[in-house]
Nanobody, 126 residues
Framework: VQLQASGGGVAQPGDSLRLSCVVSGRTFNNYAMAWFRQASGKEREFVAATTWSGKSTNYKESVEGRFTISRDNAKNTVYLQMNSLKPEDTAVYFC????????????????????WGQGTQVTVSS
């Protein structure tokens, strides 16, 4: 199973970025997907998740209303649209795929995801 994340970069406060993560080696449609992030010197934290169907999503409180997770099952891709970026959003962002197919509900704990992308750096600075 491989996850390839892209779309990070340098942005100014208030700007937008869209992250993408392409999954191969697993039946993408059957698994929930999530984004996590890790800022320098801090622990990894949950950002957003979407169920295998895409019908339900969950967000870290501080990004709710600014970030949107979505998936395109035809392209085996999950996205994270990030709007109104803030300096505190600066981190390496990782996509992850659930270890359990057809999970009921969403799991924000990193231990529920068994494969991870390589990370993409997002830097928000004026």
């Amino acid at each position: 199973v491989q996850l390839q994340a892209s779309g990070g970069g340098v942005a100014q406060p208030g700007d937008s970025l869209r992250l993408s993560c392409v999954v191969s080696g697993r039946t993408f449609n059957n698994y929930a997907m999530a984004w996590f992030r890790q800022a320098s010197g801090k622990e990894r934290e949950f950002v957003a998740a979407t169920t295998w169907s895409g019908k339900s999503t969950n967000y870290k409180e501080s990004v709710e209303g600014r970030f949107t997770i979505s998936r395109d099952n035809a392209k085996n891709t999950v996205y994270l649209q990030m709007n109104s970026l803030k300096p505190e959003d600066t981190a390496v962002y990782f996509c992850a795929i659930d270890a359990v197919p057809y999970r009921i509900g969403l799991a924000p704990e990193g231990g529920n995801y068994d494969y991870w992308g390589q990370g993409t750096q997002v830097t928000v600075s004026s």
